[in-house]
């Protein structure tokens, strides 16, 4: 049986990385192209200043917009415009492989798949930024928490749940799994963390930010009970324009 893929990037300011990122994502796209999955490619420019939309469209992507600065969203904005069965949402500064796309494809077959993330790689020499994505990768496959950089997820599924929250600036993700866990259980499906081809996602935060602002903000979500994940202000680290 044939399936549609929509493959939604939330993007603010990445005129940078985001050609790359398109470029990947376009290379990868052959394993559903492989299996006679129809798919497209949509961006959402989520008010971005700089040249995101256009290098989008010189991409062949759609470009949606979202007038507020929020993943949430940016990722609902374009999950709202796509036309697919499937959603799998890619951030702008990461790079899928072809085996990660045919990873999912083989999930989507199966048909006990409802939702997926995938384990995440980082290009960075330093041992605490090594062993804080190990540190996440084990946590996302002991709990089945798809890191927001990349997700995939039957749409009926996502549109059950009622998407990212808008009520969240960061842990959006993690929110998200909670629900499609529950409703997974309901329906007698699976969540599943891939790990045989992780995506390479940026370490840009590690360049910008020191151990002191990582640190300082986890302390301050453990204090305030997460209310700090409520915020754009106290979630600078996404949302403060540092690229």
């Not at 999950?79 to 045919?102: C, I, K, Q, Y």
């Not at 996502?158 to 329906?187: H, M, P």
Request: hydrophobic share 45%.
């Amino acid at each position: 049986m044939n399936r549609t893929i929509s493959i939604i990037v939330p993007a603010f300011n990445e005129e940078r990385l985001l050609a790359g990122s398109l470029a990947a994502i376009r290379a990868a796209a052959a394993a559903f192209d492989a299996a006679a999955f129809e798919w497209e490619l949509i961006v959402c420019d989520n008010n971005s200043t700089d040249r995101t939309a256009a290098i989008a469209r010189a991409a062949g992507a759609r470009v949606v917009f979202e007038p507020i600065n929020q993943i949430s969203r940016a990722r609902n904005a374009g999950a709202a415009a796509a036309t697919g069965e499937w959603l799998v949402f890619v951030d702008a500064d990461s790079h899928p492989s072809r085996g990660l796309f045919a990873d999912v494809v083989r999930g989507i077959q199966s048909g006990r798949v409802l939702a997926g993330g995938s384990t995440v790689a980082v290009d960075h020499p330093a041992r605490m930024v090594r062993a804080t994505v190990g540190w996440w990768n084990l946590t996302s496959r002991l709990m089945r928490w798809g890191a927001g950089s990349f997700i995939f997820c039957e749409t009926g599924a996502f549109r059950t749940v009622g998407g990212f929250s808008l009520r969240l600036f960061a842990a959006e993700e993690i929110d998200l799994f909670r629900r499609l866990k529950r409703l997974a259980r309901r329906r007698r499906r699976t969540i599943r963390i891939l790990t045989a081809h992780p995506l390479m996602t940026s370490a840009r935060k590690a360049h910008l930010y020191s151990p002191g602002e990582f640190f300082g903000f986890q302390l301050k979500t453990v204090l305030t009970a997460g209310r700090t994940l409520r915020s754009a202000d106290k979630c600078g680290m996404w949302y403060d324009g540092r690229r």
